[in-house]
């Protein structure tokens, strides 16, 4: 008689995870941060397979890692959004609610199915001033974390995070863009293109929907300004 084969849960939830890391550590790194008027949101993204998208009114979500994985999700918490706002009101959607329904999706998967998801998410929610930013990490096996100032996802996360840890101040949109993109490449050891990011922010400015793309024109004209 053939014996199964046997792993102990902890040697598998730990092969889970080694999994789902060397997935997310692929791509490039995604920034969020407070700004004076706002969140931005940026990444090294060449590819016309968006990783920033708005989710509702003046809530943004990013995805890092495999996208096909982080695009479904993307569509559920469209979804889900939606669907509140219908039933209730547009102000019963917020960032909070949506994090711990995408945490509650990854940590099922991660702990139910044999494949983890290959994916590490921001969701974010402009305040009408900025005590009420939120901004809101979660990682693959459901874990969330309430950030303050900025959050960083996917790549070289952990090195981009201590490198804005040490100079982050709240600044006006260019000087924010400005810190990202240094710090970037920084980390990477390289330039940063402007045709090579996708940048959007969420300015609480603007009346309803705070959701707004940054275009090459206009970031390169931040990028190459100091004042």
């Known amino acids: 008689m053939v014996m199964p084969y046997y792993v102990s849960p902890e040697q598998m939830m730990q092969d889970k995870a080694e999994y789902a890391k060397k997935g997310i550590l692929r791509g490039r790194s995604i920034v969020a941060m407070e700004y004076e008027e706002g969140i931005l949101l940026l990444a090294e993204n060449p590819s016309s397979l968006k990783k920033i998208s708005e989710i ?64 590490e998410i921001l969701v974010v929610e402009v305040g009408k001033g900025a005590a009420e930013n939120e901004i809101y990490r979660i990682s693959f096996d459901g874990s969330i974390f309430d950030e303050k100032g900025f959050s960083v996802v996917g790549g070289k996360a952990e090195l981009l995070f201590s490198h804005l840890k040490g100079c982050y101040e709240q600044k006006p949109l260019r000087g924010a863009l400005q810190l990202a993109v240094s710090a970037m490449e920084e980390v990477y050891n390289q330039k940063v293109k402007g045709d090579s990011l996708e940048v959007a922010v969420l300015d609480r400015t603007r009346p309803h929907r705070a959701f707004r793309r940054l275009y090459l024109k206009e970031l390169t004209d931040y990028l190459n300004h100091t004042k």
């Open 56 to 119: 509702y009114d003046r809530i943004a979500f990013a995805g890092a890692g495999k996208y096909s994985e982080f695009e479904n999700l993307r569509k559920a918490g469209i979804r889900h959004a939606d669907m509140k706002g219908y039933l209730y009101s547009r102000e019963d959607v917020n960032a909070k609610s949506l994090a711990n329904a995408y945490s509650q999706s990854l940590g099922t998967i991660f702990s139910q199915e044999a494949k983890p998801f290959e994916v």
